[in-house]
T-cell receptor, first 112, second 113 residues
Framework: EDQVTQSPEALRLQEGESSSLNCSYT??????LFWYRQDPGKGPEFLFT???AGEEKEKERLKATLTKKESFLHITAPKPEDSATYLC?????????????FGKGTKLTVNP | DAGITQSPRHKVTETGTPVTLRCHQT?????MYWYRQDPGHGLRLIHY???????DKGEVSDGYSVSRSKTEDFLLTLESATSSQTSVYFC????????????FGDGTRLSIL
């Protein structure tokens, strides 16, 4: 069964304190890994797509990396406005159709 | 922001009543999806559409039906709502190629009493 596990469930950082979020996956036939940011009361906002091991993408203070079994979202010198829930999703191909399997998310709080 | 509008944004209804949620897009995207989001679970796919009148089931489709009569509109219907369907429902869209990222609306919070 396809599974996506995110850790930690929640993370509190001080402003400027860098850290990483983890997304590990067990899927048959990876066809892309996606990172989203979700603010309270809003829908997920697309951040990155990664397709192959070794690939990296960056956007402002965020950098996403991918290995064969996991992805990391590195947050460098975070600010309070980076507080959100970060979701990881993996696209797989199964039974003649593609599907997106989501993790449960990591809730990040950045204190000033 | 992707042009996705969900309506209503909030709804409270009673067990046994029919409920229809609407997703409207202005991006002319081929693929549309309905998800539900519950505490302790990741987003779970209910149904999706790959074109007008073309729909298929997701992993949690029991108790739900969908229709897509126009490219821009995707409707989710709960024929007879139950308390277990209390959730936040998200619509998503993606482009011509299925490997493009999905973009989400801001959700409908549905409470069934």
């Amino acid at each position: 069964e396809d599974q996506v596990t995110q850790s930690p469930e929640a993370l509190r950082l001080q402003e400027g304190e860098s850290s990483s979020l983890n997304c590990s996956y067990t899927v048959s036939g990876l066809r892309g890994l996606f990172w989203y940011r979700q603010d309270p009361g809003k829908g997920p906002e697309f951040l990155f797509t990664l397709y192959s091991a070794g690939e990296e993408k960056e956007k402002e203070r965020l950098k996403a990396t991918l290995t064969k079994k996991e992805s990391f979202l590195h947050i460098t010198a975070p600010k309070p406005e980076d507080s959100a829930t970060y979701l990881c999703a993996v696209r797989t191909y199964q039974g003649g159709s593609e599907k997106l399997v989501f993790g449960k998310g990591t809730k990040l709080t950045v204190n000033p | 922001d992707a042009g996705i509008t969900q309506s209503p944004r909030h709804k409270v209804t009673e067990t046994g009543t029919p409920v229809t949620l609407r997703c409207h897009q202005t991006e002319n995207h081929r693929y549309m999806y309905w998800y539900r989001q519950d505490p302790g679970h990741g987003l779970r796919l209910i149904h999706y559409s790959y074109g007008v009148k073309d729909t298929d089931k997701g992993e949690v489709s029991d108790g739900y039906s969908v229709s897509r009569s126009k490219t821009e509109d995707f409707l989710l219907t709960l024929e007879s709502a139950t308390s277990s369907q209390t959730s936040v429902y998200f619509c998503a869209i993606s482009g011509l190629r299925s490997n493009q990222p999905q973009h989400f609306g801001d959700g409908t919070r549905l409470s069934i009493l």
